[in-house]
């Protein structure tokens, strides 16, 4: 079944503790991104990348960093969490650039305290 | 820099009623145009979506219409039912952007029985 797979689903951690969200899509997409959610704000992109080792900062990079060793996964690392990063984060992927369906992993609920 | 505005945040109607939900987008370069629907604690998905090249595209009860000279675009939902109570989400690809999508702040709608 084609997918996006993140994890995990939920996240409770504290301020400053390094965290990593996964996410894996068996699609052989070559585009990827992560997006936040948040109440009246809608979906702002954090990273995409373009294909293997081509990453590139969206609209609110602050705080977090990524990585696309490989073409399926697209981790996204939050070295040093703070609150302001609470927050239902997305990945996608897609086979194009901004002109074909993105395929949206099931979220993850972060919370920082 | 480009924006994708989109009204209204939330829209409520009758059972069997129309709902329509507009977008405006700021990036004339802009040629596709998708269109997501949320539910409440699912991932965006795709469910619709239009090209530059088209004024009008419909599968069953939805349709979308695109103005490219107002540079606007409406989802128009027929014959509401309560399932469809979602939060829908519009985009555009910013070219200037690299192809990103980008994505409107939201709309709930609510179908009442």
């Known amino acids: 079944e084609a997918q996006v797979t993140q994890n995990p689903r939920y996240l409770i951690t504290v301020t400053g503790k390094k965290l990593t969200v996964t996410c894996s899509q068996n699609m052989n997409h070559e585009y990827m991104s992560w997006y936040r959610q948040d109440p009246g704000l809608g979906l702002r992109q954090i990273y995409y990348s373009m294909n293997v080792e081509v990453t590139d900062k969206g609209d609110v990079p602050e705080g977090y960093k990524v990585s696309r060793k490989e073409k399926r996964n697209f981790p996204l690392i939050l070295e040093s969490p703070s609150p302001n990063q609470t927050s239902l984060y997305f990945c996608a992927s897609s086979s194009g650039t901004g002109n074909t369906e993105a395929f949206f992993g099931q979220g993850t609920r972060l919370t920082v305290v | 820099g480009e924006n994708v505005e989109q009204h209204p945040s939330t829209l409520s109607v009758q059972e069997g009623d129309s709902a329509v939900i507009k977008c405006t987008y700021s990036?004339?370069?802009?040629?596709?145009f998708p269109w997501y629907k949320q539910e409440l604690g699912k991932r965006p998905q795709l469910i619709i979506d239009?090209?530059?090249?088209?004024g009008e595209k419909k599968d069953q009860r939805i349709a979308v219409t695109l103005n490219k000279t107002a540079k606007h675009f409406s989802l128009h939902i027929t014959e509401t039912q309560p399932e469809d109570s979602a939060v829908y989400f519009c985009a555009a690809n910013g070219v200037r952007s690299q192809g990103n999508l980008i994505f409107g702040k939201g709309t709930k709608l609510s179908v009442k029985p």
């Open positions: 990036d004339s370069a802009s040629n596709y």
């Open positions: 239009i090209r530059s090249n088209v």
